[in-house]
């Protein structure tokens, strides 16, 4: 049974073109006309890359600081030993700890967004290792998100350093703001996105390496970007 569309959703459609491809200013300009929530919608960005998460070097997985934020604040849980307890905090952890953490996640507690670890409590957090891993929040050095500077770690998540990473379609799936930014401001934070993933473009990665980028806010039709006006 085919789904009936509301007349507001008609609406929206009809100013989406399917068959153009837009500048990522005309984009992000767009993405906030035809959005319908009443809340301030998340806007999400979908590069199909050109690359076989299969093969262990173009797994791609990194962090980009987004200039203007996500627009939303992450909730940091950070793991360490009482001596980094106090920095933790200072920086704006909001829950800080370690056994007692580490129960309350066993238990099935998962108010959190972002988790940073210190080296030396990693070898502890195996036995949630299988609850984070699959939620993408086990922390992991390349994500930045294992270090011994916790103040600094937590600070920039709470600046808007979000953690990104190509699915088994070698698709990258970020937010990079809300509706309520400026089109500038969307348009800087996926660029920054972009560029970002230009720069960890594998050697071994053969053909065409953007293939599509689309933008899309909750519940809004997705608008093509055209991935040739991204130098690769």
Not at 112 to 125: E, G, H, K, R, S
Not at 148 to 158: G, I, N, T
Not at 205 to 222: E, I, L, Q
Request: overall charge positive; aromatic content about 4%.
């Amino acid at each position: 049974m085919a789904t009936k569309l509301t007349k507001k959703r008609k609406a929206v459609e009809g100013k989406v073109d399917p068959d153009k491809l837009y500048t990522l200013s005309e984009a992000m300009t767009l993405v906030k006309e035809v959005n319908t929530t009443k809340f301030d919608a998340s806007v999400d960005v979908h590069i199909r890359l050109g690359v076989d998460p299969r093969k262990a070097d173009q797994a791609l997985r990194g962090t980009v600081s987004l200039p203007h934020g996500t627009g939303k604040t992450k909730r940091v849980l950070v793991f360490c030993t009482p001596d980094k307890v106090e920095e933790a905090k200072a920086a704006g952890a909001d829950h800080v700890g370690l056994d007692d953490y580490i129960q309350k996640v066993a238990d099935g507690w998962m108010d959190i967004d972002v988790i940073i670890a210190t080296p030396n409590v990693m070898a502890q957090l195996g036995k949630v290792a299988r609850i984070l891993g699959p939620r993408g929040l086990m922390p992991n050095p390349k994500t930045g998100t294992v270090t011994a500077d916790v103040a600094s770690a937590v600070q920039e998540v709470k600046k808007g350093k979000i953690a990104f990473r190509v699915d088994k379609f070698g698709i990258v799936h970020a937010s990079v703001g809300r509706v309520s930014f400026s089109p500038a401001q969307l348009s800087d934070n996926a660029h920054e996105l972009i560029s970002t993933l230009v720069k960890m473009k594998p050697s071994s990665a053969k053909g065409v390496y953007m293939k599509t980028v689309s933008v899309a806010s909750t519940m809004s039709p997705g608008i093509a970007v055209d991935p040739k006006t991204f130098k690769v």
